[in-house]
């Protein structure tokens, strides 16, 4: 198999679970790991004016109930700064106050989670700089079904939240990277069955060229694009089903790796 890295562009916790369940020797830690990430957040993280210094700044701080939510990013931190690590920062006179403790700012959590980011960041924007082959999974949970957008574990996202659009807006960043984008759907049921396939559609976008085969114009540059619907049981915590995810890692193996 080719030297490659595989990292996760959220849109929350699971495809990095995921991704390092399987790839364990190729998987790289990146900033939307442990996060809830919209797509706005990486419309601004692939800004050239972004600045990791204004991430968690006490400025952009806002409180999501007992998690945090950075307003430079709009990026929600939900594991580092989630309830269970913040909760001791919201008690008392400061369970409904909108400004953040000095408990919190000079606490360790809030530091090694931006050092995290900073760290991570700086090193997926180098990887993407390079000719070395880059593969890139997002999760977009149900899509854009508003019968799920309050289920625990489930996670919907916005309409602007397309493949074609991540393809986009990495390519005008970095035109010459070696990158294969895949996003990834979930169609939830209930006691789905274990011997029924999880996959419930793919589709592809390459060609001899290594350009998208869309009928679209050269604007998209991403090489290698997918998009992959998997059926899934109703999620109980963010890991999500293997079984369905078994099915996404041999897809990326199939139309990335092979």
């Known amino acids: 198999m080719e030297n490659f ?7 929350a916790c699971r495809p990095a679970f995921q991704l390092k369940r399987t790839f364990s020797e190729n998987f790289l830690s990146g900033p939307f790991d442990w996060t809830v990430t919209p797509i706005t957040s990486l419309n601004n993280f692939f800004d050239p004016m972004f600045d990791f210094e204004n991430v968690l700044a006490p400025s952009n701080i806002i409180f999501e109930g007992l ?9 929600k931190f939900h594991h580092g700064l989630g309830p269970p690590d913040i909760e001791k920062y919201r008690k008392g006179i400061y369970l409904h106050s909108p400004s953040p403790s000095s408990l919190l700012l000079a606490g ?3 530091a090694q989670v931006k050092e995290r980011f900073i760290y991570t960041g ?9 000719v070395d082959h880059i593969i890139l999974v ?10 799920f957008a309050n289920v625990p574990h489930a996670y919907t996202t916005s309409s602007d939240d397309s493949l074609l659009n ?6 005008r960043r970095f035109p010459r990277a070696n990158i294969s984008l895949m996003y990834v759907m979930s169609v939830y049921g209930d006691c789905l ?5 999880r996959l419930a559609f793919v589709d592809s976008y390459t060609n001899d060229n290594g350009h998208p085969s869309l009928g679209m114009t050269s604007e998209l540059h991403c090489p290698r694009l997918a998009q992959v619907s998997i059926k899934e049981n109703r999620p109980t915590t963010y890991r999500g089903d293997n079984l369905s995810w078994d099915c996404v ?3 990326v193996k199939r139309l990335f790796l092979s």
Not at 5 to 11: D, Y
Not at 122 to 130: A, K, M
């Open 5 to 11: 890295s595989i990292l996760s562009m959220g849109g």
């Open 67 to 75: 998690g945090i939510v950075d307003k430079y990013t709009g990026i």
């Open 108 to 110: 360790p959590e809030l």
């Open 122 to 130: 700086t090193r997926l924007l180098h990887l993407l700089s390079q």
């Open 138 to 147: 997002r999760w977009i949970g149900a899509g854009t079904n508003s019968k």
């Open 166 to 171: 991540l393809s986009s807006l990495v390519a």
């Open 193 to 197: 069955d274990d011997q029924e396939s």
């Open 249 to 251: 890692c041999s897809e």
